[in-house]
């Protein structure tokens, strides 16, 4: 079937605004996790689902960050009163024994 | 703690050239997994290679080797005969079993570019 997919592909929004990024997992993993990449770095784990609850979310950097997956499919990150640090690719990747990743939503926070 | 070290961060080789990408980790753990991944300009990561710790033997796939030493705490990566393709940037990372999930610990990347 298809791979993991995101949507936006890129996101511009202004400083002290909401945004909301989407996460289609591979039909049939269960697991789904969330990375940010910041430029020129590696991507750092941000939350892990297992199924529809969070099982680790040490990752988030603080209390602006929220993820869902209601229905143990789909994945919503969530950030709240955006900074400019917060600019970053963010990717998504749903396994089973493997992680495999979507193309990314690169964030841009003005 | 766990941590990935890719002491190479640029490596520039001209076509038909052998190159080594190194990774060295650090875990307490016994029983861990090691990936390569490909990141190129597209910017979606590529998954390579997953080796688990018990499982020291090399794997070659096409032009791909991977050299795994528990006892240097490695996994280098080999591309033989480089193309223009494989002008990407290429992550080593580290996951422990602790809680039945495999978090990633991703090194910061080795930006590979093969010249024609």
């Known amino acids: 079937g298809a791979g993991v997919s995101q949507t936006p592909s890129n996101k511009v929004t202004e400083k002290g605004k909401y945004v909301e990024l989407r996460c289609d997992p591979i039909?049939?993993?269960?697991?789904l996790y969330w990375y940010r990449q910041s430029l020129g770095q590696g991507p750092e784990f941000l939350i892990y689902f297992q199924g529809t609850g969070a099982a680790d979310d040490s990752g988030l950097p603080n209390d602006r960050f929220f993820a869902v997956r209601p229905e143990g499919s789909v994945s919503t990150l969530k950030i709240q009163r955006t900074e400019r640090g917060d600019s970053a690719v963010y990717l998504c990747?749903?396994?089973?024994?493997?992680?495999?990743f979507g193309p990314g939503t690169r964030l841009l926070v003005l | 703690a766990q941590k990935v070290t890719q002491a190479q961060t640029e490596i520039s080789v001209v076509e038909k050239e052998d190159v080594t990408l190194d990774c060295v980790y650090e875990t307490r753990d016994t029983t861990y997994y090691l990936f390569w991944y490909k990141q190129p300009p597209s910017g979606e990561l590529v998954f390579l290679i997953r080796r688990n710790s018990f499982d020291e033997q090399n794997e070659i796939s096409g032009r791909y080797s991977w050299n795994f030493q528990k006892s240097t705490s490695s996994f280098n990566f080999t591309i033989t005969a480089s193309q223009v393709v494989d002008s990407a940037v290429y992550f080593c990372?580290?996951?422990?079993?602790?809680?039945?999930?495999?978090?990633?610990?991703f090194g910061a990347g080795t930006r590979l570019a093969v010249h024609p």
């Open positions: 990747a749903s396994a089973g024994e493997t992680q495999y």
């Open positions: 039909s049939g993993h269960t697991a």
């Open positions: 990372a580290l996951s422990e079993l602790s809680g039945g999930y495999n978090k990633l610990i």
